[in-house]
Structure formats: C-alpha cells, structure tokens
T-cell receptor
C-alpha cells in the first residue's frame, strides 16, 4: 500500500512554455502532499506543501506565481511550472502522507525529470 | 536555524560493514528517517526512529540518541546494489521534514 505515482516521468520543453506534473496517491487519500526539487548532487529541497481544498504553502524563495499547485482532490495534486526557463531544469518529486493523525512518513513518487531547452 | 549534518561521501568494500552518521539541530523532534536514493530515482524509505535505541531490519539498522541529536545507519554485508545516496531527515515540531544533504556511499568489489 501507500503508492504514489507521478506523470510524466520525463519531459523536455522549450523555454517559455508551461509544464504540468501530476502526482497521484493510488491506494490512499492524501490530504497533504509535498513538492520537492532536487538539483544534481544536492539534497531534496521542499518547494511547497499542498493541502486538499486550500491554497498551497510555499517555502521561502519559491515563487508561487511561477510554480502553480492545485490539490483539487484527495488523490491528485498538480504542479505547473509556468514560463519555464533552463534554470528550472531539475528533478521534481512529490510525496504524500497518510491521512492518519499520527502519520509522519512520506511516500514518494518516482519523480519527474524536467529539461528546459 | 535547523541543520542536519552527514558526511558527503563514504567508500566501503563489498561484504563489509559501514556506519553513516547524522547529527541534527532542529526546532522540535518528531522522528528521524533514513531514505535510500539511487541516482535518478526518488528516495525509498529505509527506517524511522522516534525513540532512543537501535532498530534492526535485515541488513540495515538505525540508531537514535535524542539527547545527543545523533543517529546512524548501519549497513552490514554490503552488496554492490547498496551503492546509493543515503538521506537523513528529521521531522520537526511542525511535522515538516528537514533533509540532510545525503551521503553518497560507494561500494568497491
């Protein structure tokens, strides 16, 4: 149980275009999902916390107008990178937590490799 | 500020034992995780410690000392497939995961 999927796994786009990444919890309902970014040879950096039915909470330094997060249902959160530029090229990973009150473990999706030309 | 320290890189020999240390300073503590991450893949869960002591799971064990802000991951009978990055992460008082930079473990035959 506790499987998280991401789509697409890899995307290449031109500078200036927008890219949408989907994160789904397949066998559980996730009231909270997390979006991370990881640059080569660096650790995961939390971008935002996505809460179902409310606005996402963004980490300091992350532009909310550039990285649009929508958590419209208990099993789906989307991250849209708007007007992507080469510096946005990175590995984007989502994770989800079980809705149990005491649950702390995050289950990770397989990640999306974004390359902006 | 919140800080998690772990060595950048370690090298060990196939069949041997290696210990990866992690020290942390966070605002509150609600548990410590170890994750394994192979290059180009997402992290996978290895262990979770919330109380002091040693948790053993097969070839992997994880230890926690909350008073010292210290944990280690012990890998026994190393296999080539254990070559990966090992990430230490602490859940703070807001249940947010604070990540270490990861330790790249290189296994040599």
């Amino acid at each position: 149980g506790a499987v998280v999927s991401q789509h697409p796994s890899r995307v290449i786009c031109k500078s200036g275009t927008s890219v949408k990444i989907e994160c789904r919890s397949l066998d559980f309902q996730a009231t909270t999902m997390f979006w991370y970014r990881q640059f080569p040879k660096q650790s995961l950096m939390l971008m935002a916390t996505s809460n179902e039915g409310s606005k996402a909470t963004y980490e300091q330094g992350v532009e909310k107008d550039k990285f649009l997060i929508n958590h419209a249902s208990l099993t789906l959160s989307t991250l849209t990178v708007t007007s992507a530029h080469p510096e946005d090229s990175s590995f984007y990973i989502c994770s989800a937590r079980l809705p149990d009150r005491g649950s702390v473990e995050q289950f990770f999706g397989p990640g999306t490799r974004l390359t902006v030309l | 500020g919140q800080n998690i320290d772990q060595p950048t890189e370690m090298t060990a020999t196939e069949g041997a034992i290696v210990q990866i240390n992690c020290t942390y300073q966070t605002s509150g503590f609600n548990g410590l995780f170890w994750y394994q991450q192979h290059a180009g893949e997402a992290p996978t869960f290895l262990s979770y410690n919330v109380l002091d002591g040693l948790e053993e799971k097969g070839r992997f064990s994880s230890f926690l000392s909350r008073s010292k802000g210290y944990s280690y991951l012990l890998l026994k009978e190393l296999q080539m497939k254990d070559s990966a990055s090992y990430l230490c992460a602490v859940t703070d008082s807001n249940y947010q995961l604070i990540w270490g930079a990861g330790t790249k473990l290189i296994i040599k035959p």
